[in-house]
């Protein structure tokens, strides 16, 4: 268990030595091995916190020793932190499959969204990897329409409106940070699928919208693709009337006064 949990580690410091900007100028065949490599080793890793999630959920019913389920921990926040440097390299999204990367993004939601059932240091491992993602990251997925820049928001939102006394503030600061990241690459078809989403990760319209004010570097610009997603057809279909029109209202109201 050792073993794996000091791989697990390496992996993460071992690739950035290869995975550089350069190194898909390597001759010969080294550079499809490389990225063979990088899919099966993001894929293994998305694995082990998948499995440590759906344990805490009851979904699978693996029957682990208590120093089993011990040692799943410990590589699951191993994991986590790995895996977001892996998810660094931006100049490699375009070579392999965009739904490697979603799934990995998503693994690491989930630990947002279960915080009160898995290990805390799984969720601070996760929340931290996420926090420090480059915003080519995030851009790029929103260009591809992706639906996890939607899930991301949703899960930020969720999790910040709640209290959470007993969990460290920067646990707070790295969830708020990767929020901010998320809303500045935000379209509007990001924004729609979001309020969509409320209905499984729940957050009040009042508390976004203070949210979007008091950041305080949230652009005009951003406020109308906001605006034009709540005022769809598709996301009205979700929202209460009354939401719908306080927010409008708020949101004109601050734009005159800017």
Same mark, same amino acid.
């Given at each position: 268990?050792?073993?794996?949990?000091?791989?697990?580690?390496?992996?993460?410091?071992?690739?950035?030595?290869?995975?550089?900007?350069?190194?898909?100028?390597?001759?010969?065949?080294? *550079?499809?091995?490389?990225?063979?490599?990088?899919?099966?080793?993001?894929? $293994?890793?998305?694995?082990?916190?998948?499995?440590?999630?759906?344990?805490?959920?009851?979904?699978?019913?693996?029957?682990?020793?208590?120093?089993?389920?011990?040692?799943?921990?410990?590589?699951?926040?191993?994991?986590?932190?790995?895996?977001?440097?892996?998810?660094?390299?931006?100049?490699?999204?375009? $070579?392999?499959?965009?739904?490697?990367?979603?799934?990995?993004?998503?693994?690491?939601?989930?630990?947002?969204?279960?915080?009160?059932?898995?290990?805390?240091?799984?969720?601070?491992?996760?929340?931290?990897?996420?926090?420090?993602?480059?915003?080519?990251?995030?851009?790029?997925?929103?260009?591809?329409?992706?639906?996890?820049?939607?899930?991301?928001?949703?899960?930020?939102?969720?999790?910040?409106?709640?209290?959470?006394?007993?969990?460290?503030?920067?646990?707070?600061?790295?969830?708020?940070?990767?929020?901010?990241?998320?809303?500045? !690459?935000?379209?509007?078809?990001?924004?729609?699928?979001?309020?969509?989403?409320?209905?499984?990760?729940?957050?009040?319209?009042?508390?976004?919208?203070?949210?979007?004010?008091?950041?305080?570097? *949230?652009?005009?610009?951003?406020?109308?693709? *906001?605006?034009?997603?709540?005022?769809?057809?598709?996301?009205?279909?979700?929202?209460? !009337?009354?939401?719908?029109?306080?927010?409008?209202?708020?949101?004109?109201? $601050?734009?005159?006064?800017?």
């Amino acid at each position: 268990d050792k073993v794996v949990g000091n791989a697990i580690r390496t992996i993460a410091h071992v690739s950035y030595f290869i995975y550089t900007p350069e190194f898909q100028s390597n001759e010969g065949g080294s *550079v499809s091995d490389d990225l063979k490599l990088y899919c099966n080793l993001l894929s $293994h890793l998305t694995g082990k916190i998948r499995d440590v999630l759906c344990d805490a959920t009851g979904e699978t019913s693996r029957e682990l020793t208590w120093k089993q389920r011990n040692s799943a921990k410990k590589h699951a926040w191993g994991s986590a932190t790995t895996i977001g440097t892996l998810l660094g390299y931006s100049h490699l999204l375009s $070579h392999f499959d965009d739904s490697l990367v979603e799934s990995a993004l998503l693994q690491l939601f989930r630990c947002i969204q279960l915080h009160a059932f898995i290990n805390e240091k799984i969720f601070a491992y996760a929340a931290n990897a996420l926090s420090a993602l480059p915003a080519s990251l995030w851009q790029y997925l929103s260009m591809k329409k992706s639906n996890v820049v939607a899930c991301g928001l949703t899960t930020s939102f969720n999790f910040l409106e709640l209290p959470q006394k007993k969990l460290s503030s920067s646990y707070q600061a790295n969830v708020q940070k990767q929020a901010k990241a998320l809303v500045a !690459v935000a379209n509007k078809l990001d924004f729609c699928r979001m309020f969509l989403l409320r209905e499984s990760l729940p957050f009040s319209i009042d508390f976004f919208y203070q949210w979007l004010i008091c950041s305080g570097d *949230v652009p005009a610009s951003k406020l109308e693709q *906001v605006v034009d997603a709540v005022t769809s057809q598709e996301v009205q279909q979700v929202i209460d !009337v009354t939401d719908i029109q306080i927010f409008l209202s708020r949101t004109a109201q $601050h734009t005159h006064l800017v």
